[in-house]
């Protein structure tokens, strides 16, 4: 949105801040809806900076058709798709990833760690996992999501195993309601 100089529209304009949020929904579809989807948001939305947004993400996340022929999109749309992740309950980001890089340079406690000491701390790291391992096989619960997240996701999953091809503008207005951007 910075490169299209949106910003100011999207804080200002509930109507164009509602349809962006609705078009990066478009991930909550199922992958051979998308096309479809993409269709009604332009539809419903004909305004001229929101259809520039809805081009560009229709040439690098959907493909672009050009006469009866469709152009491949630079990001397949099952390169960013959680449609299926959601209903199987799978996490949807890397965030659990970033998080444990970011403690585990905190263990590492130094930027450039010699061979020798970041050996050892690997080792130590898979001390402490395998013990999490354990500890999961006898029925512990290791780490708690948080209660807000866990209510974001149960929401987030209710309105996608609802999905109902026919309502498909309702359908990413609710899934709209769930995003924090």
């Not at 209510?151 to 109902?164: E, W």
Request: glycine share 4%.
């Amino acid at each position: 949105m910075q490169s299209f100089g949106h910003q100011k529209l999207y804080s200002e304009d509930e109507t164009f801040r509602s349809s962006v949020k609705k078009l990066l929904c478009l991930a909550f579809l199922p992958v051979d809806d998308v096309d479809a989807g993409l269709k009604k948001l332009r539809e419903e939305n004909t305004n001229k900076n929101f259809q520039q947004l809805a081009d560009y993400f229709e040439d690098t996340y959907v493909g672009a058709w050009r006469g009866s022929r469709k152009i491949r999109p630079k990001f397949e749309a099952e390169e960013w798709n959680i449609y299926a992740r959601v209903l199987s309950k799978e996490a949807r980001t890397n965030n659990a990833l970033e998080g444990w890089n970011g403690s585990f340079n905190k263990f590492v406690a130094t930027k450039h760690p010699s061979i020798p000491n970041l050996i050892h701390k690997f080792k130590e790291e898979q001390k402490n996992a395998e013990i999490n391992v354990e500890r999961l096989l006898a029925g512990e619960r290791i780490r708690a999501t948080k209660k807000k997240v866990d209510t974001a996701n149960k929401r987030l999953y209710d309105i996608v195993s609802s999905y109902d091809k026919n309502n498909v503008c309702k359908y990413l207005k609710a899934c709209s309601y769930s995003l924090c951007i």
